[in-house]
Nanobody
Framework: VQLVESGGGLVQPGGSLRLSCVGS????????MSWYRQAPGKERELVAV????????NYADSVKGRFTISRDNAKYTVYLQMSSLKPEDTAVYYC?????????WGQGTQVTVSS
């Protein structure tokens, strides 16, 4: 199993970014997927979750209305569209999947929101 994130970078407050996570080594369409983030000096926190076929999503209160999680099962990819970014969104963002009772994480992608 491998999860590979991309799309992070430096963006000004109020800007947008789209993160991508490509999965391999498992049947992507069967499993729910999640995005987490970890800011310096803070614990890793859940940002968004999407069900296996994309019909159900949930978000942390801090990102509701600004972030959208989606997936393309044909491309083995889950996305996180981030809008109206704030400095407090600065963190390393991780893709996560729990597959056959094991947890898998991507390597993370840095998002920095700063003017």
């Amino acid at each position: 199993v491998q999860l590979v994130e991309s799309g992070g970078g430096l963006v000004q407050p109020g800007g947008s970014l789209r993160l991508s996570c490509v999965g391999s080594g498992f049947t992507f369409s069967v499993y729910g997927m999640s995005w987490y983030r970890q800011a310096p000096g803070k614990e890793r926190e859940l940002v968004a979750v999407i069900s296996s076929v994309g019909g159900s999503t949930n978000y942390a209160d801090s990102v509701k209305g600004r972030f959208t999680i989606s997936r393309d099962n044909a491309k083995y990819t889950v996305y996180l569209q981030m809008s109206s970014l704030k400095p407090e969104d600065t963190a390393v963002y991780y893709c996560y999947a729990r597959i056959r009772a094991k947890s898998y994480w991507g390597q993370g992608t840095q998002v920095t929101v700063s003017s």
